[in-house]
């Protein structure tokens, strides 16, 4: 018989659950937040308190157990993503998994056949895939606005950050023990897994990594090229050194070209005939509440969630390529 509702469990309460995922858990229609956990027991109270969360914890395994969770949202670093997803599919609780999904494709496979041998759904917090501003993207693409696609390029660079000046003191996410790679793998595949969504599996992919600066272990600079199975082709760029932000992906079709952003809201260019239209949608106050409505529904059986472990897993799989 399928839930009624899903009373959700938060492993790792940090950054990214305060604004972007955790207050959506209990917006969402018969879904709720009940439990949170951190290993810092002092600061998984503080969360809870804040946030209106009946119960925390300091004991990821004393949450998967809680009999009042239902769904378990793995929110902590990639190293331990596959520890923790995999206990919560044991005790047979469906997961709902950070980006990237784990170290790497194998780790990701793990996760992946554990939940379909236990008949447990996984889900990977690739959001932007029920974001307004890409469904949208979807739709020009679908209603043939740019014609048929045929190539699409990447570029995406960044300044240096003065966070990753101090070698002793590291962010988690330039530190491959922790993260499986760079910016490239925290960032970077959302990129990769738009372009999934928008075009299809990427089947092929040739890469070339550097660490330019030297300031972390981990690749500064990327570069890419791919071929998706309906035979679109693909380059990619990605710096971590540059003297400038920018944003760019551009699908070019045999009518006309589609230029956005991966990140923030800025327009979406649409050019066709020589002429320039820009659209301009907003992005949610919760930027993952689109998706994890999707997951509930996914859940209570009343739709289908755009980002599970299998479609999550392929994005892993072409990191691997290029990093490996």
């Known amino acids: 018989m399928a839930m009624k509702q899903v009373r959700w469990g938060i492993i790792g309460c940090g950054a990214v659950t305060e604004m972007k995922s955790g207050p959506a858990f209990s917006k969402v229609p018969d879904s709720s937040l009940v439990a949170v956990m951190r290993r810092d027991g002092d600061k998984a109270r503080d969360y809870a308190q804040r946030h209106g969360v009946p119960r925390w914890y300091d004991d990821a395994d004393a949450l998967i157990h809680d009999d009042e969770v239902?769904?378990?949202?793995?929110?902590?670093?990639?190293?331990?993503?596959?520890?923790?997803?995999?206990?919560a599919i044991v005790a047979g609780k469906p997961v709902y998994v950070e980006k990237p999904m784990a170290m790497d494709h194998r780790e990701c496979m793990d996760i992946v056949d554990a939940g379909r041998a236990a008949h447990v759904p996984v889900f990977v917090?690739?959001?932007?895939?029920?974001?307004?501003?890409?469904?949208?993207?979807?739709r020009l693409l679908h209603d043939g606005a740019i014609g048929t696609p045929r190539l699409v390029n990447v570029l995406l660079h960044h300044p240096f950050e003065a966070r990753y000046a101090d070698p002793a003191r590291l962010p988690w996410t330039v530190r491959p023990e922790i993260s499986g790679g760079g910016i490239f793998?925290?960032?970077?595949?959302?990129?990769?897994?738009?372009?999934?969504?928008?075009?299809?599996?990427?089947?092929?992919?040739r890469g070339m990594v550097s660490n330019q600066l030297g300031a972390?272990?981990?690749?500064?600079?990327?570069?890419?090229?791919?071929?998706?199975?309906?035979?679109v082709l693909g380059t990619g760029l990605w710096n971590f050194g540059a003297d400038r932000r920018e944003d760019r992906v551009e699908i070019v079709g045999d009518r006309?070209?589609?230029?956005?952003?991966?990140?923030?809201?800025?327009?979406?260019?649409?050019?066709?005939?020589?002429?320039?239209?820009?659209?301009?949608?907003?992005?949610p106050e919760h930027i993952q509440q689109p998706l994890i409505a999707t997951v509930v529904d996914a859940l209570l059986e009343?739709?289908?969630?755009?980002?599970?472990?299998?479609?999550?897993a392929r994005t892993s799989w072409v990191m691997d390529q290029v990093l490996r």
Do not use: W
Not at 185 to 204: W, Y
Not at 216 to 231: C, I, L
Not at 256 to 283: K, M, Q, Y
């Open 256 to 283: 006309g070209r589609l230029v956005f952003a991966t990140f923030g809201d800025g327009p979406i260019r649409v050019e066709t005939d020589g002429r320039s239209e820009e659209r301009r949608v907003a992005n």
């Open 125 to 138: 917090a690739y959001y932007r895939r029920a974001l307004p501003r890409f469904t949208t993207i979807a």
């Open 185 to 205: 793998v925290d960032i970077g595949c959302h990129t990769l897994d738009i372009l999934d969504f928008l075009l299809g599996p990427i089947v092929d992919v």
């Open 216 to 231: 972390y272990p981990a690749e500064d600079t990327v570069a890419m090229a791919f071929a998706f199975g309906n035979g």
């Open 302 to 312: 009343r739709g289908e969630c755009p980002s599970t472990g299998d479609t999550a």
């Open 70 to 87: 239902d769904a378990v949202y793995v929110a902590t670093p990639p190293s331990s993503h596959r520890e923790h997803a995999l206990k």
